[in-house]
Nanobody, 117 residues
């Protein structure tokens, strides 16, 4: 059974930091491209960051560059997103996403991030 469990969200003040985690199981994590997406109320889901299977290549949405860092630990089947200098416009539900080497896609259940004073 495939599972992606997203954790680490919460309420943080503007300028603060959060670290999201995604625990994966039930598929071959080490050969999968992993991503974080987010969806704000009334908006479409958007890509936040992506990391290649061995972690050598990362991609970020323009608004996250320099503030967010995606990383992975293949030994722990885990994906992370370090978010710094958070802004109110970063408020959204953040989802972990997996694309396997065979083209299968899986989603986490999402974790709420709220940036507010």
């Amino acid at each position: 059974q495939v599972q992606l469990v997203d954790t680490g969200g919460g309420l943080v003040q503007p300028g603060g930091s959060l670290r999201l985690s995604c625990a994966a199981s039930g598929f071959t994590f080490s050969t999968s491209v992993m991503s974080w997406f987010r969806q704000a109320p009334g908006k479409e889901r958007e890509l936040v960051a992506r990391i290649s299977s061995i972690g050598g290549t990362t991609t970020y949405a323009d608004s996250m560059k320099g503030r967010f860092t995606i990383s992975r630990d293949n030994a722990k089947n885990s994906l992370y997103l370090q978010m710094n200098s958070l802004k109110p416009e970063d408020t959204a539900v953040y989802f972990c996403h997996a694309m396997t080497a065979f083209g299968q896609e899986y989603w986490g259940q999402g974790t709420q991030v709220t940036v507010s004073s």
